[in-house]
Each structure stands twice: as C-alpha cells, then as structure tokens.
C-alpha cells in the first residue's frame, strides 16, 4: 500500500501550509472520517495547550493532596466539635480588654514560626465562659493551616484517661501516649483544674511539659483558675518551667454564655 493510499485509510485526504498568528507556518493535515472534516491546526499551539493542561492537572492535584493533608492534620488536632468551626473573626471582643486579648492572640498565631522556635507559651486564666478555649483553637487552627504544623486540642482529664488507658493494653503503650502530647508543634492543654489532679497526674503532667519545656515547643494552657493558683493544679515544678518562657492573659470579666442566654430569652 503506497503512502496516498495509507493516508486516505487514516482519514488524510491532503497536507497545505498554514499560517499560525503566534507561531508562523505550518504544515496543516485535512482530515475527513465519517461526518469529521476539517484541517488541523498549529501543532505548537497543541503542544502548548496539551501541556498547560497537564500543568493545570497537576497543580489540580497538588491543591488536593495538600487539602486531604490539612484534613488530616485537623483532624488529628482533635478538636471537639462545639470548637471545630472557631476562629479569630468570631470571637466577640466589645471591651477593651476582650480587644486586647483578641490582639495578642492573633499575634502569637501570626509569628507563631518565632515561637516555635523559643518555645513560648501563653496562659489562658480567668473567670468562665469568657473565650479562652474559643481563642486557643483559634491559634490552633490557624497555625495549622498557615505554618503547615502539627497541632493537637486536649482538656487535661481526656489526656490523664488516655495514659491511664494504657494500662494493660496492647494497642498503645504509656509511652506512645505520653509522646501524642509532647511531640505535635503546639499543644492546646484545656481545663486544667477541674478536679484536683492526683500525685500520678502531676507526674505525668510534669513529664509532658518538661519534654515540650527541653524541646522548645509551645503550649497554650487554658484555665478557669487564677495566677495563684496555678502551683496547687500545675505543681511548681511544671509552674517554675511555664514562668520562664510564658506571656500570660487574664479573663476576668462576665460570662459570655450568660449574655447568649439572656439574648435568647428574649
């Protein structure tokens, strides 16, 4: 079979030359098969559009890889969810001091790279109801998906209950479960004093903080008690560490549950 009669079976009935107004001439193919009929166009401008595409694709799955990854970075976070959703732009800050507590947080979060680096902690202290939980997951999650860190949300009395687990069990061991504490880039340690902590617990308290104190890495604590307070729930072990390399905030003003309940009564 000569070539004239190879091309026609593939559907070339002729070649002509073409002009492309970004790339010159060409040599253009007229394709006719079944209700097909047209002339092909510049080969350099497929070529380009062909790998534009698989540029696109790939970024594409780039933005999906990393969105499954941030998923599964917040989702090891383990953020409860009445706390999942919150952040910076939903906190109600109407006085100074809430505007202020608002400033700082937003700060630790944007040079959150600096503290890392230092280890610098902030305590979260004061009355109930007033924001400290909804402004550290805040941090958290902020930190998460803008540094690209690992980041994990726990009250004191679901970590105690996890070490304990342990206990004559074969799926974790006490040291993989005190290393989920002491090894994420921040840690968010919630309700510290709401029931007093045994000597066990202390210990186990120590032993996280101190591994996160030596390795430099953040904790944000969030409690309802006072400055004075805090040897009796921390130990001073744990407290002599936090004084040296801690920025404190205080919420002592009114609930903000009681105003959402006044507003929904009405």
Same mark, same amino acid.
């Given at each position: 079979?000569?070539s004239e009669?190879l091309?026609?079976?593939f ?5 002509g030359p ?7 001439e ?6 006719v ?17 062909s790998?534009r595409?698989?540029?696109a694709?790939m ?6 890889a990393e ?15 009445r706390?999942a959703?919150k952040?910076?732009d939903?906190y109600?800050a109407? /006085? %100074? ?6 400033? +700082?947080?937003?700060e !630790?979060?944007d040079?959150f790279?600096a503290? &890392? ?9 004061g009355?109930?109801g007033t924001?400290?939980t909804?402004?550290a997951?805040a ?7 803008r ?6 949300y726990t009250s004191a009395a679901?970590?105690f209950?996890?070490?304990k687990s342990?206990f ?5 061991s006490?040291?993989q479960a005190?290393?989920?504490y002491t /090894? %994420?880039?921040l840690l968010?340690l919630?309700? +510290?004093?709401?029931s !007093?902590g045994?000597d066990?617990?202390l210990n &186990?308290?120590?032993?996280i903080?101190?591994?996160r104190?030596e ?11 006072q400055p004075?307070e805090?040897?009796?729930w921390l ?5 002599d560490?936090?004084?040296e ?9 009114d609930s903000a549950?009681?105003d959402?309940?006044?507003e929904?009564?009405?």
């Open positions: 079979m000569n009669n091309m026609r079976r559907g070339v009935v002729d070649t073409r002009t492309c107004d970004t790339h010159g060409y040599t253009s193919t007229h394709i098969r079944g209700e097909l009929d047209h002339w092909s166009g510049c080969p350099t401008c497929a070529e380009e559009e790998q595409k698989v540029s694709e970024a594409e799955n780039r933005r999906r969105q499954q990854r941030m998923e599964r970075m917040l989702g090891y976070a383990c953020l409860p969810p706390f959703t952040a910076f939903t109600r109407d /006085t %100074p001091e809430q505007q202020r507590v608002l400033r +700082i947080c937003r !630790y979060a040079g790279q503290h &890392y680096d230092s280890g610098l902690n902030l305590l979260m202290l009355s109930p924001g400290k909804h402004l997951v941090i958290l999650r902020d930190v998460i998906e540094h690209k860190v690992t980041g994990v679901r970590m209950r996890r070490i342990t004559g069990s074969s799926e974790e006490e040291t005190i290393e989920a /090894t %994420p880039a968010v919630d309700e +510290i004093g709401v !007093y045994s066990a617990e &186990y308290l120590f032993d903080m101190n591994e104190y390795q430099c890495l953040p904790t944000i604590i969030v409690s309802n008690i004075d805090m040897g009796a130990g001073d072990r744990v407290v560490r936090l004084r390399s801690s920025r404190m905030m205080l919420f002592n003003w549950r009681r959402i309940a006044k929904g009564a009405q």
